[in-house]
């Protein structure tokens, strides 16, 4: 174990490399956007009528999206092309128009608006995506915590909240979730589907972002939930939402949400009040783009995983040399998505993420996977490997695990 004297020695010998290092945000590689570098001149002017008889050019062509991206995108949801709809960049302001419809009218199902209740409330999974915490605080929900575990939201506590009938909803990520990397089981699925509510409208909003992210090669697919909720007698129940964000370029893709005919029948029509239809030349882009990509999305993907494997590999690495045997953290080895969720043992997840800015390495604020940013056993470190090269990746990991080293060590220093 090295003492705090060799530990602040090391630190400064790191501080003084003058780095400039981001392992911040999700985002994908310069190595990955170039895969689709072909999307920036597929639609010519040959392209101006689609098959399906639209004008990418004109307004007629409805909010559901170009029936060609509803064919193409609602298979990576396990939805058929009549309950899909394709919009533009992104799930979340898809999710945000659904929510704030939901809050404005009500649901399918629903005895009055959500925004007629003093508080509405909706179940969150920490730690989370601090994204949509921020929505839902925003529009005046009441956040619910329960914990996320290896088969996705702690069903117990989820059984519990829902005996409110002000809990409208639980909002997660289902798949290689946002940090941990989790993805539901079976089980949850079904138990999510059939479980009895107080709320007639509750309803799952389930944020697929990273369901073909896979860094493995023979994935686990778990239960859909569309088809669950179909089967459980509650078709109504779910919402799922995913886009092509970091299949494609994150500034410039598409969005898309699957549900039951009779949800998207109701919402589609609120939708046709906000704005005539989405971009139909991007949607085409990304149909020819896609369509032609040997193996598909799922081609594309494979690509995708070979550029970014190598970097979860390198994090894992360096985590094990530098904690393994430490006894001072634990952290995520997921199968696929875009993070790592690293847990201190010490409550010290603060003072070493700002050790790392110190030093010269960004790093997701701690407690950023929590709503209103407050992570109550100061423990939870997000670290986004996917952004920088596997060189750079690997001394950022390299500083990560000495900050955390170093404020553990002062810890026990100032406890003595």
């Known amino acids: ?97 659904v929510l704030m419809w939901a809050l404005l009218r009500g649901l399918v199902g629903s005895p009055a608006p959500w925004n007629k209740i003093d508080k509405p409330k909706m179940i969150v999974t920490v730690p989370g995506y601090d994204r949509h915490f921020l929505l839902l605080s925003e529009m005046g929900f009441e956040m619910i915590q329960v914990k996320m575990t290896p088969d996705g939201p702690d069903m117990a506590e989820v059984e519990k909240a829902v005996a409110d009938p002000a809990v409208k909803g ?32 509750f309803t799952i909003f389930a944020d697929d972002a990273y369901v073909v992210h896979h860094l493995v090669g023979d994935p686990k697919k778990p239960k859909n939930l569309l088809r669950a909720c179909e089967e459980a007698g509650n078709p109504n129940r779910v919402y799922l939402f995913s886009s092509t964000s970091k299949i494609t370029f994150s500034s410039s893709g598409l969005g898309f949400m699957a549900t039951s005919v009779a949800n998207l029948t109701y919402i589609s029509k609120l939708f046709g009040t906000m704005f005539i239809g989405p971009n139909k030349a991007e949607q085409l882009r990304h149909v020819k783009f896609l369509s032609a990509y040997p193996g598909g999305v799922v081609g594309l993907m494979k690509e995708h995983a070979k550029l970014l494997k190598p970097k979860f590999d390198i994090a894992e690495k360096v985590l094990s040399q530098e904690l393994g045997s430490s006894g001072l953290a634990t952290w995520s080895k997921p199968e696929g998505g875009y993070f790592i969720s690293l847990d201190t043992v010490k409550p010290v997840a603060k003072r070493a993420v700002a050790l790392c800015k110190e030093a010269g390495v960004a790093i997701t604020p701690a407690g950023a996977t ?47």
């Open 1 to 97: 174990m090295e003492s705090l004297k060799d530990l602040q020695l090391r630190y400064e010998s790191l501080k003084g490399l003058g780095l400039k290092l981001n392992i911040e945000r999700g985002q994908p590689g310069d190595d990955n956007f170039n895969l689709s570098n072909a999307l920036l001149n597929i639609v010519t002017e040959k392209d101006i009528m689609t098959k399906s008889g639209f004008d990418i050019r004109n307004y007629p062509g409805g909010v559901l999206g170009l029936p060609e991206a509803r064919e193409l995108f609602c298979g990576i949801l396990g939805a058929k092309p009549e309950e899909t709809l394709v919009g533009n960049n992104a799930s979340l302001l898809i999710l945000s128009k």
């Open 170 to 201: 639980i909002l997660f990520v289902p798949t290689y979730s946002n940090p941990t990397g989790d993805t539901v089981s079976d089980e949850t699925v079904t138990r999510l589907a059939s479980m009895k509510t107080a709320a007639p409208d």
């Open 370 to 416: 929590f709503p209103f940013g407050k992570d109550p056993k100061d423990t939870n470190i997000r670290i986004s490997p996917t952004r920088p090269p596997v060189a750079e990746l690997e001394k950022a990991i390299e500083v990560l695990a000495v900050c955390i080293k170093l404020a553990s060590a002062e810890l026990d220093g100032a406890g003595k």
